[in-house]
């Protein structure tokens, strides 16, 4: 059968290569379509339509500022989808763009089998309407949506959480200390690990908080998480601390505690058992603070502490996430024995079990060829 599949940034890029190498174990005629990343392509042996670093805009102003772009790879994605006519449209995350297209793929009689769920429980909960219409399956990665879908009067299935599997192979792989510190010219200090983020706005507007605040602790060495598709131009601009490339995890892995952006990445971070303070700066604003509190649903933002249910790692949102205020929370972190590492790390046991060990791409997989048969 025929896949045409979309993902939107650097994570949608990896768990959509999962799901695309799933897809293939379950059904040996697949052949795939789509817009997304390396990782994608090298998962389905051709190149994306448009790669994702073309599409990934953060926040209002950006995407108004990238218009034409972001109407022009619209246009694409739905002319190539006519033109394809594929078995199955999946998006993969991505809603504001992804959306549009499901709705000219349901209108074309091409079933939508979405994989990650927009975080609709966070915001913009009435896009579930656009969802009952459009979709045909959801697949969940988080254990509490499915009832929050239910209570809506639609049925998601709980496929398990993709990012268990990925950093748990990921972290078999990782190399030895001396060999990570060697292959990428580091010396043998303590690392603080700095995450901040993928798209070029969030790293602009995150990496100078970050970097001061890391710069509070002298005896250790703040190092960067290059972002795929992000040239060293893009970082030489904002700072002159190392940048490693390909090797997140390694570098979590051997980091005392990390500084991370809000997003995927501070889950991969709680899954490899990594303290850390989540950084969100955007514009700085506590009005903005304001405004965002009453729009969202939730009671927390970063992943880790949604899925716990209660307050695991600090989040330092907005005209909260200054250096000063940063380093106060990162301090008891960098230490042995102190009641905040230990509560982290606690925390993430438990978020760990909630989360379970199915392989969230291998049961996509299932359902949609199950379905689609």
């Known amino acids: 059968m025929h896949y045409f599949l979309i993902a939107g940034e650097a994570s949608g890029d990896l768990h959509a290569a999962q799901l695309i190498g799933a897809l293939r174990d379950t059904d040996p005629e697949a052949r795939f379509t789509f817009l997304g990343g390396d990782l994608m392509a090298a998962a389905a042996g051709t190149q994306p339509l448009i790669h994702y670093r073309d599409m990934a805009f953060m926040g209002f102003s950006e995407v108004l500022r990238h218009l034409p772009a972001v109407l022009g790879n619209l246009r694409t994605a739905k002319k190539a989808l006519a033109d394809a006519r594929p078995d199955a449209f999946i998006p993969v995350d991505y809603p504001s763009f992804n959306l549009k297209v499901a709705r000219t793929a349901a209108d074309s009689g091409i079933p939508v089998y979405y994989y990650i769920s927009p975080k609709l429980w966070a915001w913009k909960s009435w896009r579930v309407k656009t969802i009952r219409r459009d979709v045909r399956r959801m697949l969940s990665i988080f254990p ?21 599997a990925e950093i748990d192979a990921a972290l078999a792989a990782v190399p030895a200390r001396e060999e990570f510190l060697q292959r990428h010219s580091l010396r043998d200090r303590p690392i603080i690990a700095l995450l901040p983020g993928s798209r070029r706005g969030e790293i602009r507007a995150n990496l100078p908080v970050m970097e001061a605040a890391a710069r509070r602790f002298p005896q250790y060495r703040a190092v960067v998480a290059g972002a795929p598709g992000l040239s060293d131009s893009h970082y030489s601009e904002l700072t002159q601390l190392p940048v490693v490339r390909d090797a997140t995890t390694a570098l979590l892995r051997h980091a005392r505690a990390a500084l991370v952006t809000s997003g995927t990445a501070t889950l991969e971070a709680a899954l490899a058992a990594v303290p850390q ?21 939730v009671s927390h933002v970063s992943l880790p502490n949604i899925i716990a249910g209660h307050t695991i790692v600090p989040e330092m949102l907005l005209h909260m996430c200054t250096p000063a205020l940063v380093a106060e929370q990162l301090t008891p972190l960098l230490r042995d024995g102190t009641p905040e590492r230990r509560a982290q790390l606690e925390g993430y046991e438990a978020m760990r079990a909630t989360l379970g060990t199915s392989d969230a791409a291998a049961a996509a997989a299932r359902i949609i060829v199950s379905d689609l048969a």
């Open 144 to 164: 509490f949506e499915p009832q929050w879908y239910a209570e809506r009067g639609f049925h998601a299935d709980y496929v398990g959480n993709p990012s268990v």
């Open 277 to 297: 303070v989540v950084c969100y700066r955007s514009n700085g604003s506590k009005l903005t603070y304001d405004i965002m509190r009453r729009i969202l649903k």
